[in-house]
């Protein structure tokens, strides 16, 4: 009679509340070196981040004895040279390294995982001594990392988490990289394992690397799950954002913040939840760990000796525009046009990935403007291709979409109307007027021209003729020949709006 009491007296007795800290990054892109705080309104800059900093304020929140799970939301991978070093034939291997170091429990695929092929985004995903999580990306119909989840207990919690990437991956990663991978629906794949899941789980995190507008999307589409870790759009949520139930975070790029998501669990729910982006200042590391320090250094001098050396002279800033004409858009491609000899070359703005100030210009600065193996190719097209291009090119202007086209050999004017159409004005090709019945050479990047043609063009390139040359090595070749650097914005992409005229 006494074990029958027992055991009604806890079946209405309130569950017991639990506590957990989730502590996730995103976006790191190999920065292993702390970066000047652009956005401080102070000169000079204090530095933010780096693998020794973030190594710190991690360490720092595992000094509180409190149960932590830490994850990363993907795209590990380029931004600077040591996702270009190979350790034990494992490019990137030094970072990784890094993020062993300090000791993750799991990581999503980003799209950028792809940038040195499949083939090294598995001996990566092999070298890392946490789990590498994947439930929607598909090699020849097989899970590519055949880990979708995993279950950690923290705490006294059971924590199950699920990897995800994003559905779009085809549009950002170039298609030579992806032969054989599908993506499913990001929804779908979640459900499925939450399901199989929620009763072996109290909490269910989804680690995905899609941005924070399709977080949101997704949170709409599914249930049972609790919190999504976020990464892709690289923002910068002060605050979680609640939706249908769940909790959406995600802290920046770069390892300039560590977002500290504080859980109290309870009956399988978050009962209550603390929440704070951690900037990760170098000037407030106190005790630095000496073995991360070391291998800082160690990549650092080996990035010195081999990038470190000047190019040549820059005489004028270089600022890059996702939306306009850049004086740093037209120096690139006007190199790749003259290095090539063709008509006109094009390359897609959201491809250049660094302002620079004037002064020494290194093969260092060349390779982090220009972090992705990205090969030029020659094509051909006709005249009025070439005016869907610009047509193309304008309506993204019109949409402010980013990512248009930087040009050169070829300039045009159009203007937006006040009903919010664009009408092309003019268009020449080295100073001549387009003749839509002549046949033209062009250039561009590999990138481009196998599967993001149609979305940057307009048209589908039916073939293009590989030049061998990386686009990197093309630009650093050409300062080197040409090494007083100067370049403007001289009127290549003119746009008048009638909507803003009274």
């Not at 387009?434 to 599967?451: E, S, W």
């Amino acid at each position: 009679m006494k074990r029958l009491c027992l055991i009604l007296l806890c079946c209405f007795l309130p569950s017991f509340a639990q506590q957990l800290t989730i502590l996730h990054t995103n976006d790191t892109h190999a920065q292993f070196e702390p970066t000047p705080a652009t956005w401080v309104q102070k000169n000079p800059k204090p530095l933010i981040g780096g693998m020794t900093a973030l190594e710190y304020f991690i360490s720092r929140e595992r000094e509180k004895q409190q149960p932590i799970l830490l994850l990363d939301a993907g795209d590990i991978m380029t931004g600077t040279p040591i996702a270009k070093m190979a350790r034990d034939g494992v490019t990137g291997g030094g970072f990784m390294d890094m993020l062993n170091l300090i000791g993750y429990d799991a990581m999503t695929i980003g799209n950028h995982e792809f940038d040195e092929g499949q083939e090294n985004l598995l001996r990566l995903a092999a070298a890392a001594q946490f789990d590498v999580l994947s439930a929607n990306l598909y090699q020849n119909e097989r899970l590519i990392t055949q880990k979708p989840y995993a279950i950690y207990t923290v705490g006294g919690v059971r924590v199950g988490v699920i990897g995800l990437t994003l559905s779009r991956l085809f549009d950002d990663v170039a298609k030579k990289n992806l032969d054989g991978i599908r993506v499913q629906d990001p929804a779908i794949a979640a459900q499925t394992v939450i399901d199989e899941i929620e009763p072996q789980t109290d909490l269910i995190v989804l680690l995905t690397h899609q941005g924070v507008e399709e977080d949101l999307a997704l949170a709409d589409r599914i249930h049972g799950a609790d919190v999504i870790v976020g990464g892709h759009s690289h923002s910068r949520l002060p605050e979680p954002i609640r939706r249908n139930g769940l909790l959406v975070v995600q802290a920046d790029s770069k390892t300039r913040y560590l977002g500290r998501l504080a859980l109290t669990v309870q009956a399988d729910t978050v009962a209550d939840y603390r929440y704070q982006l951690i900037p990760t200042w170098v000037d407030s590391v106190r005790k630095p760990n000496p073995r991360m320090q070391e291998l800082v250094r160690q990549y650092k001098e080996r990035i010195d000796e081999e990038y470190g050396k000047p190019l040549g002279k820059l005489k004028v800033d270089w600022r890059r525009s996702n939306q306009q004409e850049s004086n740093i858009g037209n120096y690139l491609t006007d190199a790749v046009r003259a290095s090539v000899g063709v008509d006109f070359a094009v390359l897609n703005s959201g491809g250049i990935r660094k302002d620079l100030n004037k002064g020494v210009l290194r093969k260092l600065d060349i390779v982090e403007i220009l972090p992705f193996s990205n090969n030029v190719v020659k094509f051909t097209c006709s005249g009025a291709e070439l005016r869907t291009m610009v047509e193309s090119n304008a309506r993204a202007t019109l949409r402010q979409e980013p990512g248009i086209l930087q040009v050169s050999g070829l300039s045009y004017a159009f203007r937006i109307t006040k009903g919010g159409t664009v009408e092309i004005e003019w268009i020449k090709v080295n100073g001549r007027a387009l003749d839509v019945n002549k046949t033209y050479t062009g250039a561009t990047v590999d990138f481009i021209i196998y599967g993001q043609a149609e979305k940057y063009f307009g048209f589908p390139v039916q073939t293009g003729d590989a030049t061998g040359l990386l686009l990197a090595d093309l630009v650093m070749d050409y300062v080197q020949k040409h090494p007083n650097v100067r370049s403007k914005i001289d009127g290549r992409i003119r746009c008048t709006d009638l909507r803003k005229k009274k």
